[in-house]
């Protein structure tokens, strides 16, 4: 089994997420807690604008793509809640937490998927000028993202792309990725790791790496060609995961077979105890974050 890198705690109370650029206009994204984790209603339009935002101020922050995988492990795991309950951005990607948002009284709430939104970052990364880095993937993927990228964006400025190992990095590889980021031109590092390992290295990397991270999961799979995406229809149904589910069974049974079902349950008590409650005339807690 893979050892992860242990994820380390910040000093001091929880550092809130949904860092926000003198400026911008936006205000707060309507935001509701899944289980205990934090996910914004947020759109393609919406995101993509303020992870621009923060690229050209080269700002030091994560944005987590979120599927019901990401709400299990962190109701599972204190840590990972707090790793996605501190990220600046956490985007609903999967069709079960847009409808847990607008379950929760965010009506227009709409799903964000990442392959597509890194889709909509390189189209404005390459009309901006603004490099982009790759970091994650296996090697053959890498190469394969790469020619796939710049021949679909000849404009585009890829400034950096490694394939780390799979085992945790040393300290001294680590201090390496750290200091050749820090002195590229870097603006936007696109992380294409599976859930919770890309979460957790975007967590440890704040603030040491001068650039937006995004964890993307497939994403570089399906750019670049190595994996089929699910019809249009059945990404649209929140389907998307019986196509994923056949294509890799061996890999995704016990998440989707397990996680799934779970999910469902915890969060049909969590809207049954606020109905509940609200019935008592207890005070409902906040959903806002």
Same mark, same amino acid.
């Given at each position: ?12 109370? *929880? ?12 205000? *707060? ?30 700002? @030091? ?5 979120? @599927? ?58 390459? #009309? ?34 490694? @394939?780390?190992? $799979?085992?945790?990095?040393? *300290? ?7 200091? #050749?980021?820090?002195? @590229? ?56 995961? #019986? $196509? ?13 077979? #397990? ?7 915890? $969060? ?22």
């Amino acid at each position: 089994m893979e050892r992860r890198e242990e994820i380390r705690p910040r000093p001091g109370p *929880p550092v809130p997420g949904r860092l926000r650029l003198p400026g911008d206009g936006d205000g *707060p994204l309507p935001s509701r807690q899944i289980l205990g984790m934090r996910v914004d209603a947020t759109s393609y339009a919406a995101a993509t604008r303020q992870i621009l935002a923060w690229a050209r101020a080269r700002q @030091s922050c994560y944005v987590c793509v979120a @599927s019901v995988n990401n709400v299990m492990h962190s109701r599972d795991r204190a840590p990972f809640r707090r790793v996605m309950n501190e990220a600046d951005l956490v985007i609903p990607d999967g069709m079960p937490l847009v409808w847990g948002l607008r379950a929760l009284g965010v009506p227009d709430a709409s799903r964000v998927r990442g392959t597509n939104l890194v889709e909509a970052l390189l189209d404005r990364l390459c #009309t901006e000028g603004l490099p982009v880095g790759f970091y994650g993937g296996a090697p053959h993927v890498l190469e394969d993202l790469r020619r796939a990228v710049e021949a679909r964006w000849p404009g585009l400025k890829v400034a950096y792309a490694w @394939s780390p190992p $799979f085992r945790p990095l040393t *300290p001294t590889e680590d201090e390496h990725v750290v200091a #050749t980021l820090a002195d @590229s031109p870097v603006t936007v590092l696109l992380v294409g790791m599976s859930t919770p390992k890309q979460d957790e290295w975007m967590y440890l990397h704040r603030d040491r790496i001068p650039a937006v991270m995004v964890g993307v999961g497939a994403a570089f799979d399906f750019l670049s060609g190595y994996k089929r995406q699910a019809p249009p229809f059945l990404q649209r149904t929140g389907l998307e995961w #019986t $196509f994923r589910l056949a294509t890799e069974p061996r890999r995704l049974a016990r998440r989707y077979l #397990t996680q799934n079902p779970r999910f469902v349950v915890l $969060f049909g008590s969590q809207l049954l105890k606020a109905q509940l409650d609200r019935r008592a005339g207890a005070p409902a807690p906040s959903q806002e974050t």
